[in-house]
């Protein structure tokens, strides 16, 4: 599986941006997805992961109720919508995929592919 991100962007305190992420290879809808993210000088960290058939989602604290996961399967992508933006946002935003169903959906290790990332900027 091949992972192509995009839709990153320069945006002030507030606005919202829309990620996206395109899959190659027919078996997408084996995977879950997620995405991470990852500021200068900091570790990557979690963001959001979708199961399979996107009816199960998880998202780290600090974006729930501002970020939404949702995948389409028949269009082999992930999407991360981002509302209500906040300089604390701003990191290289990485997709990734997972054929492994585990209580760590938050350990990078556990990831099986990884897209290249998209720069997210929030300016206050």
């Known amino acids: 599986v091949q992972l192509q991100a995009s839709g990153g962007g320069l945006v002030q305190a507030g606005d919202s941006l829309r990620l996206s992420c395109a899959a190659s290879g027919r078996t997408f809808s084996s995977y879950a997805m997620a995405w991470f993210r990852q500021a200068p000088g900091k570790e990557r960290e979690f963001v959001a992961r979708v199961n399979w058939s996107g009816g199960t989602t998880y998202y780290a604290d600090s974006v729930k109720g501002r970020f939404t996961i949702s995948r389409d399967n028949a269009k082999n992508t992930v999407f991360l919508q981002m509302n209500s933006l906040k300089p604390e946002d701003t990191a290289v935003y990485y997709c990734?995929?997972?054929?492994?169903?585990?209580?760590?959906?938050?350990?990078?290790?556990?990831?099986?592919?990884w897209g290249q990332g998209t720069q997210v900027t929030v300016s206050s």
């Open positions: 990734a995929a997972s054929l492994v169903t585990t209580s760590n959906i938050a350990t990078p290790g556990l990831y099986d592919y």
